[in-house]
């Protein structure tokens, strides 16, 4: 199956270009990672940091596939709203996670301020909007319950609107995100974890895994053997080796990038942009001033070979970009698709799997998967050790089984 399609950004031309090895010898460990994206990067960040010993296995090349089209747009909130949410979930559950994504963007701004900032990362406010009249109640209704509990935001309408675009109704969440460039930043983490006592291994790919009591056993494709006490699967949306379970619904996003834009007026602090449309829209910008621009979304992941819809997506998207800002000079350089899975309550799947007790899972499913990621390299490492954290049960891999 193919994930990604066209020519991704952070992945185009990075003074980063390390050759990581490929596994050549049998060894043994604590815990193997499968997977050598930004979410196997974070696990392997927080084991190592807690001492726990890992191994990091990856197929391909370290930091490209579902990474490189991350557009890493970071947002304590759901994709979804409070209320629609409420439909598959509680509120207090919906609460509770978008209390642990500020928790995430705490852990990772922590992170930058201890290792330098080599990763084009800055903290964002973020807008969640609408330019429709129909669906200014569901924001005002949005808005009113973050208000509730405690969260930081403000309500626009076209009364105050400080955006050039059209806007009914606006939740602006002041320091509520956050951005950066997930390819340099899943090399940073593994620089940091590598220089801890991480072993990471690319073009190295996992083609059977034998479960043996207390003990797990990978073997690669060239024939050696990784044997320790759990296996954590971060391989995305390929999990076809470790279970027949599908855990979430697959769709392709499309994205666009401009080329450097001078003049930013009419976009308030460059902030991270939603909107409400289904399926909704997202933007933001780089640090040498681009505008990254995605959605238009499909369910057949098999568009990913149609190329003639995918340019249609993508003209879309960028006369979406145009009418928004209709005074910028807008060319588009970056053209790219993948597939991305998502979840009825907007969470992925962090924990145990029920069949296999050595079988761990950290699924980044949503729009959040980088923070969810980060959290489940937070709890992960703490069940390693013995201390369950409460918050585990929101990503449940069996909470959606009869």
Known sequence: MQYVSGDPLFT?????????????????????IVGGGVTGAILAYYFTKNKIECVLLEKARIGHCST????????????????????????????????????????LSEFINQYGN?????????????????????????????????????????????????LKAGLYSNMGGAQLDPYKYTHHLLDVSIAMGLKAFENTEVINVEYLGDKVVAETIYGQKVCGKKLIVATGY?????????????SITYNVVTKPIQDFSGWHKKCLIRDTSDPYNYLRTTCDNRIIIGGEDSDCIEDINNKKLISKKYDTLEQRLKNMFKDKNIDIECRYCGVFASTNDNLGFIGADTKHKNLWYCLGYGANGLLFAILGGMMLSKLYQGHKDENLKLFSPDRFDN
């Open 118 to 166: 080599i990763c084009d990362y800055e903290v964002k406010d973020t807008l969640l909007y609408t330019a429709k009249n129909i669906e200014k109640k569901i924001i005002e209704q949005e808005y009113k319950t973050r208000r509730q509990y405690g969260f930081d935001v403000s309500f626009i309408d076209e009364s105050n609107n400080p955006f050039c675009f059209d």
């Open 238 to 250: 390929n999990t076809k080796l470790f279970t027949d379970r599908k855990f979430g619904i697959n």
């Open 68 to 107: 490189s089209i991350t557009t890493s747009l970071l947002q304590y909130e759901l994709d979804g709203d409070v209320e629609n949410l409420k439909e598959y979930t509680t509120l207090d559950n919906v609460i509770q996670s978008y209390r642990i994504g500020q928790n995430a963007l705490k852990e």
């Open 12 to 32: 185009r031309a990075k003074n980063i270009n390390k050759q990581i090895p490929y596994l050549t010898q049998d060894i043994s460990t604590d815990v193997i």
